[in-house]
């Protein structure tokens, strides 16, 4: 869009080239001179307009990829925090101490079946905030993200890192839950003693889901290679910024 200031010129020197072309009171160069000047004035107003305008594109691009990634920001912090909880103590971490605890008790105590039985009805998974970017992704603007190694990092946690770890976890919580349906069917409730919640546990094909679900090192492995890359977004966009 030229401005209106800048259209009212360009009709100005449009119509001084015409009245130029059409007037026989000068000589050929005098008219080629005046012509020439005339078109150089018009091209320049022109060019001008253009790149005031993609200008002006350009800098409200700039300040939607703003708005995007420092959202895109809080989102990660957000992320980091739950990460750093599905892989503490009271996380997969903890989770692989009691699996192991079953696996490989010939006996198992009662004040230890006490601590570690939630561990057969926790469901740990990352709630990823990923609505931000699908919306950024979907609308096409990616691409108006001017620093390339923050576009491709940004593309490789989101397409590739919690891609990777959202395939762990999922395998990982269909096998807890074969094993928590193996539990129910044979566990039977007693009048007199309770039930065989025990002798159930101590079912050779129990142990072995508790021994293949107590390894998460692979689960652990891929959040650490989420939070770091996590991390790594948000110290480039503190750094674009100049947030810190």
Request: with cysteine; hydrophobic share 40%; proline share 1%.
């Amino acid at each position: 869009n030229i401005p209106a200031f800048m259209e009212n010129e360009l009709r100005k020197h449009l119509r001084n080239l015409l009245t130029e072309a059409a007037t026989q009171r000068r000589s050929v160069w005098h008219k080629l001179g005046n012509i020439l000047l005339e078109m150089a004035i018009i091209v320049f107003a022109v060019w001008f307009a253009v790149f005031m305008e993609r200008n002006r594109e350009h800098s409200a691009e700039q300040k939607e990829v703003k708005e995007f990634l420092l959202g895109l920001k809080t989102d990660l912090e957000s992320d980091i925090v739950e990460m750093r909880g599905d892989t503490s103590g009271y996380g997969y971490s903890g989770q692989a101490r009691a699996l192991r605890y079953f696996a490989r008790a010939d006996s198992i105590q009662m004040d230890s079946l006490k601590r570690y039985y939630h561990v057969f009805q926790s469901e740990t998974h990352l709630l990823i905030n990923n609505g931000r970017f699908e919306g950024f992704k979907a609308s096409g603007k990616l691409n108006t993200i001017a620093n390339v190694e923050l576009r491709n990092s940004i593309l490789d946690l989101y397409q590739e890192k919690l891609v990777a770890l959202t395939n762990a976890t999922s395998r990982h919580l269909v096998l807890k839950r074969e094993m928590l349906s193996l539990i129910r069917r044979n566990r039977v409730l007693m009048q007199q003693s309770g039930d065989n919640l025990v002798s159930v546990l101590g079912m050779p094909e129990v142990k072995n889901y508790c021994f293949q679900l107590s390894d998460v090192s692979y689960i652990i492995e891929r959040y650490q290679e989420a939070s770091l890359l996590s991390a790594r977004i948000i110290a480039m966009i503190n750094e674009t910024y100049r947030l810190n």
